[in-house]
């Protein structure tokens, strides 16, 4: 059906559909910057890859060739090239490297590449080079790893700073609409938007740039952790349910505040069981650097199988992959076929480090490479990314520990004000009508001293009796639903995770919005009581 469509408008509008070249570049540009983005990491699991090749004495065609069929890697793409430039072209390997290195766009992976044909043509073993070149790419990895990590510190006190100006900016307006209801104020309330959708859009766009390219989970559909698999089956019937009810109650107006409340409690559940399993695999992640470095010790030393191996090893000091752990040692004493049991392993670790890093170790002990180096080197690699990970999300945590009262205090901030133009504009209207009582009554007789005291407060207050509340009502609704947005978006940018954390912080915010919304009301209604400002004004006359 679409296809009959694109081809109808296609040919309506000369053989090209409109802004359809404009689109492509947007998407190429956007392909290009995720892809230099993951690069960097990248290159650390091909360049170990590659390093435990030569480490099991495979020739240079093994390496090349296996490293090309690991499509789970950018780079491997590029090394499909030079594969097929060698195999099917008759290039040498230092002439196709150079080619590749050519005509790829990423700096990193260019210079990887053509440091890796200079050494061919210089004769120096692939093994050296690329024992070198693993440490060289380690060092690269962490230098933009934490240039990383200071840009999002910088960016994220910017973020606050700018939303909170911006924030100001809308409160004024609203201020100066209670006292000037200006006429065609949609203008200025669309101005006061744009503004805040800006600084949003772009203070997020800035810090995903800056935040280090680092996904925890795997992705894999055929294997998944059991939370994983709970929050996929959940989130099928929750999301929509939460859509239907939440545009329903919105239709029936239902108070923002209460709306707000539900969303945050319907997605409570995915948002809870997701961070578990982002804690989880962080500790597993922790505990597989030093397993994997103790495991082919002992496969190693002991010329253990695996199952033996894991049977000499205490699990016990694992905490976090001991059930793991267990259930691999219980199926391989039953014989179960190793490579499928680790699989299942990887599966239901949830974690992407270890299904990177596992299977290079698997990869290169299969090919007859000895194991303690290789698990040395598998977990040297490992453990530089997992404590790279740890000063990130010691950052994250910071900011995002700075922005959940932040969020309370913008949204108290819009909430309170709104409420006390309401009360203020109320007051002033009982207290218009009640000194034009007082005048007429004045003038029927004949004392002109209090109508000219009524007179005068009254023409200095009637600034305040047109404030446009639902309007008004209205425009911080949709300022707060920004915010909220904005800082969900936030949060997930720089803690990172998995796409289940949305839930988590949108869970969090949204309960914290709807709360303000109804207790902040209460609050303002306790202190600035109108029936108060009524008997004021009652007093003065």
């Not at 559909?17 to 998407?27: R, V, W």
């Not at 800006?198 to 997020?204: D, E, P, T």
């Not at 996929?232 to 999301?239: D, G, K, L, Q």
């Not at 500790?283 to 650097?289: S, T």
Request: charge should be neutral.
């Amino acid at each position: 059906m679409f296809e009959s469509l694109k081809d109808k408008v296609r040919a309506s509008s000369g053989g090209q559909i409109p802004f359809e070249s404009s689109i492509a570049s947007l998407k190429e540009r956007f392909a290009h910057f995720v892809e230099s983005k993951r690069m960097g990491a990248d290159i650390l699991f091909m360049v170990t890859y590659m390093a435990s090749m030569s480490i099991a004495n495979a020739t240079r065609p093994e390496i090349f060739g296996y490293a090309a069929n690991r499509k789970e890697y950018i780079s491997a793409k590029y090394i499909a090239k030079v594969d097929t430039y060698v195999k099917k072209w008759s290039y040498s390997y230092a002439e196709s490297l150079s080619i590749v290195a050519e005509r790829t766009n990423n700096d990193i992976l260019q210079n990887m590449l053509m440091r890796y044909a200079n050494s061919i043509e210089s004769n120096v073993p692939d093994e050296e080079f690329l024992s070198q070149e693993l440490s060289t790419v380690r060092s690269v990895y962490r230098s933009q790893y934490e240039q990383g990590c200071e840009l999002v510190k910088k960016w994220g006190d910017a973020y606050v700073a700018m939303l909170l100006s911006g924030t100001v900016i809308a409160v004024t307006i609203m201020i100066s609409i209670a006292i000037y209801s200006p006429t065609g104020m949609e203008t200025t309330l669309n101005v006061s938007y744009g503004i805040i959708l800006l600084i949003c859009f772009f203070s997020n766009v800035l810090m995903y740039q800056s935040v280090p390219s680092d996904p925890k989970t795997h992705g894999l559909t055929d294997r998944t952790s059991k939370e994983q698999a709970t929050i996929s089956a959940m989130e099928r019937i929750i999301v929509p349910i939460t859509v239907v009810i939440a545009l329903v109650l919105l239709a029936l107006g239902v108070s923002v505040g209460l709306i707000y409340i539900l969303i945050g409690v319907l997605l409570a559940p995915l948002g809870i069981i997701g961070f578990i399993d982002d804690h989880n695999i962080t500790l597993r992640d922790n505990d597989f650097a030093t397993f994997i470095r103790s495991f082919g010790s002992v496969m190693g030393g002991q010329s253990a199988t695996a199952v033996r191996a894991l049977g000499a090893i205490d699990r016990r000091s694992f905490m976090a992959l001991e059930p793991l752990l267990n259930s691999v040692y219980s199926k391989m004493n039953l014989g179960l076929d190793v490579r499928q049991t680790w699989d299942r392993f990887i599966g239901e670790s949830g974690s992407n480090l270890i299904n990177m890093y596992l299977n290079i170790y698997l990869d290169t002990v299969q090919l007859g490479g000895p194991p303690e180096p290789i698990g040395k080197t598998v977990g040297s690699s490992m453990l530089e990314m997992v404590l790279l990970r740890d000063k990130k999300d010691m950052i994250s945590r910071g900011f995002i520990l700075l922005m959940i009262p932040m969020h309370v205090v913008m949204a108290a901030i819009f909430v309170a004000l709104y409420r006390l133009m309401v009360i203020l504009t109320g007051s002033v209207s009982t207290m218009m009508t009640h000194f034009q009582e007082t005048s007429a009554a004045a003038g029927s007789t004949g004392s002109s001293t209090g109508v000219t005291a009524a007179s005068a407060l009254g023409s200095s207050m009637g600034m305040f009796t047109n404030f446009p509340e639902k309007e008004m009502g209205i425009y911080v609704a949709i300022q707060l639903t920004i915010i909220t947005v904005s800082n969900i978006v936030a949060a997930k940018v720089v803690g990172g995770g998995d796409r289940y954390m949305y839930y988590f912080y949108g869970a969090i915010f949204c309960i914290l919005t709807g709360l303000v919304m109804l207790v902040v009301p209460i609050g303002v209604g306790i202190f600035f009581n109108p029936e108060a400002l009524n008997a004021m004004a009652a007093g003065h006359s």
